[in-house]
């Protein structure tokens, strides 16, 4: 049975069912709680094949017999003029003696999925943005 997929705009977003983290709607598996959100082989393989631009890793330890500690995990997105985009806290908790904690942040990249008629001016979700086929343009 040859199933059609529909046209993804390239950065549009949803929202998974299972663990409610906003993902982007070409995914067919959520990144966050890694559940599986339709049957999609094409798109299945250009997840798969996404690569790894930035993978960062961590452990703080809490020394023995000092007081806990307590920290939260801020995640920033800036844009190439240094302007914010996105600023989330993603964790907090607390370290208590001997304790220990590993962070890892990971950026994941893959091409987006080219649709039908790519030449068309296609309009986010919001209708607030449009966007050309071939992506963002840099202003001269």
């Known amino acids: 049975m040859n199933v059609a997929t529909r046209p993804v ?3 549009k977003m949803r ?12 995914l067919s598996i959520c990144p966050g709680c890694l559940h599986h959100l339709r049957f999609d082989q094409e798109a299945a393989k250009r997840q798969v094949a996404a690569q790894s631009a930035l993978r960062v890793e961590g452990v703080i330890r809490h020394p023995p017999l000092e007081e ?4 939260f995990v801020v995640i920033s997105v800036r844009n190439d003029r240094g302007e914010e985009v996105t600023r989330q806290v993603v964790s907090c908790g607390a370290l208590q003696s001997t304790e220990k904690r590993t962070f890892t942040l990971s950026v994941e990249l893959m091409p987006p999925q080219a649709p039908p008629g790519a030449n068309a001016t296609r ?3 919001t209708g607030s943005h449009a966007m050309p086929a071939g992506g963002p343009k840099r202003p001269a």
Do not use: N
């Open 15 to 26: 929202t998974c069912p299972h663990c409610k983290a906003t993902i982007l709607e070409s």
């Open 123 to 125: 309009t986010s979700a």
């Open 9 to 11: 705009t390239p950065g």
């Open 68 to 71: 806990p500690w307590e920290y």
